[in-house]
């Protein structure tokens, strides 16, 4: 997490963070090493302070402290002020092929061996499993134990990713989860479990947070490196999506991931229109 005078950006792993976090430090880098700039007048604060925190998020973690801390763990101290909510977002297509590229769930299962085991259990040959295996078992399986570790209802229909959205960027998880098990995904309220954040979208990542600095009153000497900037932790991918996905991992999608859907819809018409494709080739 990385706290400036002007934002609290959180960092959502497989949106770009990294990427993120990165521009943000030469930035402020740059404007630490602009002596003009630092001993002008009206200049912004040149801090820029990263926070570790106590992973909550998963019972297989294989660490105690990370960068992705959630909403519900910012200090209420740093809330207060005009500091806005920042965190990057992606579509959940582009979000599950990255997870499955980029194989964290090898390198979480060499570090906690009850993760391993729990898959093994699954996926007789896991470590190594097909996308369907990926979406169908492991993503429902740790959605499942997630839940049961608020002791809310398992069958909650949410995907891993609305799931973590949950956590990440709600007021209170434990709250809205308990809210949804009388509720729905579709009819729950909103406003009142989740905090204005602003939102940079994977898709544009550079522009986004070129735009969203230069709003903020950065100076162009100082970002203006941002939009030829090569992006970093790259995962690739050795097929096209077309040839990685079919009908009946979307229609999950759709299902699973409806509460993304709520806060994003261009990411419903993406699915949707991709859905349409492949059902006219039958």
């Not at 990542?205 to 735009?211: E, H, K, R, V």
């Not at 709520?262 to 990411?267: D, S």
């Given at each position: ?10 960092s959502l792993p497989k949106t770009g963070s990294s990427f993120v976090r990165s521009v943000m430090k030469k930035v402020h880098s740059n ?252």
């Amino acid at each position: 997490m990385l706290v400036s005078e002007d934002f609290i950006m959180i960092s959502l792993p497989k949106t770009g963070s990294s990427f993120v976090r990165s521009v943000m430090k030469k930035v402020h880098s740059n404007m630490k090493k602009d002596m003009r700039y630092v001993f002008s007048t009206n200049r912004k604060d040149l801090k820029l302070k990263e926070i570790y925190l106590e992973n909550v998020r998963t019972d297989y973690k294989v660490s105690d402290k990370n960068q992705h801390g959630t909403y519900s763990q910012i200090p209420k101290n740093l809330l207060s002020g005009h500091r806005e909510v920042v965190s990057a977002v992606r579509s959940p297509i582009e979000a599950y092929l990255s997870r499955y590229f980029f194989q964290s769930y090898k390198w979480v299962a060499k570090h906690n061996p009850d993760f391993d085991k729990l898959m093994k259990g699954k996926l007789p040959l896991f470590p190594e499993v097909s996308f369907e295996d990926y979406m169908f078992t492991i993503t429902s399986t740790l959605t499942k134990v997630g839940l049961n570790r608020y002791n809310v209802s398992e069958n909650l229909n949410l995907g891993l990713l609305s799931f973590q959205f949950i956590q990440f960027f709600s007021f209170d998880p434990q709250k809205f989860l308990t809210d949804l098990e009388i509720s729905s995904v579709k009819t729950i309220e909103l406003d009142t479990h989740f905090p204005n954040i602003y939102f940079l979208f994977n898709e544009t990542l550079s522009q986004d947070i070129y735009n969203y600095l230069k709003q903020k009153g950065y100076s162009e000497r100082h970002i203006g490196f941002i939009q030829n900037e090569d992006k970093i932790n790259v995962t690739e991918r050795t097929k096209a999506k077309e040839d990685i996905l079919n009908s009946n991992i979307l229609n999950y999608m759709l299902e699973k991931e409806e509460l993304l859907f709520r806060f994003f819809p261009q990411y419903r018409l993406e699915l949707e229109l991709l859905l349409q494709k492949f059902n006219s080739r039958n």
